[in-house]
Nanobody
């Protein structure tokens, strides 16, 4: 079992920045990939950025946020971060942390709301 707790969401003006955190606990040794997804109202959940731990930390960032968002991790704290810069109103969504394990199990955090005002 893996538990994920996100934090760092909030309300920010367009052009501003936020940093999200996701801390994992439980069977963290079994995680082989971890990342951020988001779901805007009325839309499907989509990948924002991810880290492939099995490949040594290769990151993948979705095109809509490339150049503005950065994913990183602190192994000692079992935490990943999503640094979001130059935020746009279309970035408004609930942001979720997701972990995939070696047994193909997916775990999700509770989500954190990010609202970008114009």
């Amino acid at each position: 079992q893996v538990q994920l707790v996100e934090s760092g969401g909030g309300l920010v003006q367009a052009g501003g920045s936020l940093r999200l955190s996701c801390t994992a606990s439980g069977s963290t040794f079994s995680i082989n990939a971890i990342g951020w997804y988001r779901q805007a109202a009325g839309k499907q959940r989509e990948l924002v950025a991810s880290i492939d731990i099995d490949s040594g930390g290769v990151t993948n960032v979705a095109d809509p946020v490339k150049g503005r968002f950065t994913i990183s991790r602190d192994n000692g704290k079992n935490t990943i971060y999503l640094q979001m810069n130059s935020l746009k109103p279309e970035d408004t969504a609930v942001y979720y942390c997701k972990a995939e394990t070696v047994r193909y199990m997916n775990y999700w955090g509770q989500g954190t709301q990010v609202t970008v005002s114009s």
